[in-house]
């Protein structure tokens, strides 16, 4: 991909055109403090909700609140399963979530399907495709029900894309089911040790059961999303929850075996940076030239010793209007287990 100058400052005469807020990985549960599966980092289990109550007063307090928030997933901790309060924990986060005056976008994790099915997600307040766009007279832009994806429009010409990474995932679906054999093949495939979580020996250390990919059909899908903004001169904003880049960007960052990468969102004029979740080192990711990130963490991993109210913002102004002349020819995108 071709190099993109880094984004400046805004200048005094930029006019503000929207925000959004993005807050990810909050991984509540009543719980006392514990550490992540490596052991390596210590998690504050009760303490993310004063986070996630010091995030939303902040955006409500706002003089120009944001037009939405993006939640990027794992909105509760695991463990929850094993003390059977999965439910209690959710209810919990969600009615806290309702103190916030602005739509909420939920994207799906790994800790979502360690506590929950996929059938019991697609019915729960987790699935906000009752937000999407509906573009009239384009069929082909309707997402299937196979698959958590959706897209919407913030302000005019700027389309974000809601992607699900664990269309292919072992994870939330019936141990019966064809695509639960299939991606338990593909992760075989790949990944020989006894532990499929572990990324111990493999030369692509993707291949785990904690992660996910996506579908040819949901990919066919976004294609098809991206044609139509691109005819209509629409930015594009992709959502999702795992972090596709050049290892350049961040140290935890991993590329998808045999494709062009970012380059394969990216090299299509309508597409902005993506928006990705922060990685386990605390890193949050985007890339391009034409939004400025001011994004920060807020998940259990943060002390409670910390400022409670931590939320990332990223403004859009009268500098992303401008389109690129490049070719608006489609990339293929093969289905690929993600990391």
Known sequence: MDAKPEPGPLSESSELLFSFGVIADIQYADLEDGYNFQGSRRRYYR?????????????????????????????????????????KSLELIMNTFQRLKVPVHHTWGNHEFYNFSRDYLTNSKLNTKFLEDQIAHHPETVPSENYYAYHFVPFPKFRFILLDAYDMSILGVDQSSPKYQQCLKILREHNPNTELNSPQGLAEPQFVQFNGGFSQEQLNWLNEVLTFSDRNQEKVVIVNLWIFLPRSQCAAS???????????????????????????????????????????????????CLPSARRGATDTTKKTTSLSNRSSRRPHFPAQWCL
């Open 47 to 87: 303490h993310s909700l004063l986070h996630l109550q010091g995030a939303i007063e902040h955006w409500n307090k706002e003089s120009s609140p944001p037009s939405c928030v993006l939640q990027l997933g794992d909105i509760i901790d695991g463990y929850n399963a094993q003390h059977k309060a999965s439910e």
């Open 254 to 304: 991993v590329d998808l075996p045999g494709t062009q990468r970012s380059g394969t969102f990216c090299s299509n004029p309508s597409c902005l940076p993506l928006l990705l979740q922060p990685n386990v080192s605390g890193c949050y990711t985007a890339l391009g030239s034409q939004l400025s990130p001011t994004l920060q963490q807020t998940r259990s991993e943060q002390p409670p």
